[in-house]
């Protein structure tokens, strides 16, 4: 029964993301599914860090209990009041930190437009698609709808419903870190360079390259850069983090340090290092 749930489940997602309109309207349980999350998080009375991951877990976290926890941490220590989190997907770091962040700080949580990202996911896949047919290989089905309305709504509960001391503020970009980067400062930050730069974006190595070499610049002198996924291998396709942090420049970047709970895993790891 089970079986058959799941394989009509699966069948209506796949027609769904065929439509941008579709998509939006395929993520309204889960998002109703993170209000009550939200609801429950605002009722509860948080005595221990703990309880806060575990809310964050249920939302949709992308880093190890311990290794975000280091990340919280340096938050504490260091009070940084303008953040910008590049790459926030479901938004659990982003509700994570918010809640160790001090008060009347600024979190912009920075994600591709859900309809750039939904026409980019599609035109990917025909590509991926007709190169497959012409090496005769074997053709995945297109995935479910990728939460482009989750991303909308949700950023907005994670705004309404976070850490009342950080102003959650939501950014969408069109692939022009650039100009990204110079509106946030100028527009969102009132002028003032940044303090912290949470980066779990492109995991290319050009990507990463592109993306931090906008960023950086308006990074303050102490100001911490934090990079996610550190722990990739040098021959994988996303290893653009590892290869950055490796090589991070000395002569304009001091190595906090690092945690990597499974040295064998992929897709973990986190480093954090002070710009000089």
């Known amino acids: 029964m089970n079986r058959s ?3 009509f489940r699966t069948k209506i997602g796949r027609i769904c993301a065929h439509s941008y309109v579709l998509a939006n309207l395929w993520d309204v349980p889960f998002v109703i599914r993170r209000l009550k999350v939200f609801l429950e998080f605002k009722k509860t009375v948080i005595e221990k860090d703990d309880q806060i991951y575990q809310f964050a877990t249920r939302i949709g976290i992308g880093q190890i209990k311990e290794e975000i926890e280091w990340v919280a941490d340096l938050v504490q220590q260091y009070q940084p009041r303008n953040i910008v989190e590049i790459g926030t997907q479901k938004g ?4 994570y930190l918010s809640n160790f962040a001090p008060v009347e700080s600024k979190l912009i949580t920075i994600d591709i437009a859900p309809y750039l990202q939904w ?3 599609f035109h990917n896949h025909r590509i991926m698609t007709q190169r497959k047919l012409k090496a005769g290989l074997r053709i995945r089905k297109p995935g479910l709808p990728f939460t482009s309305g989750y991303t909308l709504l949700s950023k907005q509960l994670i705004r309404r419903f976070s850490n ?4 959650v503020i939501p950014y969408y970009t069109y692939l022009n870190p650039e100009e990204d980067a110079a509106f946030i400062v100028q527009n969102i930050c009132c002028g003032e360079n940044l303090d912290l730069i949470f980066y779990d974006a492109d995991k290319t190595e050009e990507g990463v390259r592109a993306i931090l070499k906008a960023y950086v610049p308006r990074l303050k002198t102490g100001g911490m ?3 996610q996924d550190i ?3 040098a021959d994988s396709g996303n290893n653009g983090m ?4 490796e090589n991070l420049d000395k002569s304009l970047f001091r190595k906090l340090g690092e945690r990597i709970v499974n040295p064998s895993g992929l897709g973990c790891g986190i480093g954090a290092a002070i710009k000089l």
């Open 5 to 7: 749930v799941d394989y």
């Open 242 to 245: 590892t290869l950055f942090w």
């Open 92 to 95: 659990g770091n982003a509700f």
């Open 164 to 167: 009342k001391n950080c102003q």
């Open 225 to 227: 850069l934090v990079i």
């Open 119 to 121: 026409a980019m996911t």
């Open 231 to 233: 722990n990739y291998a």
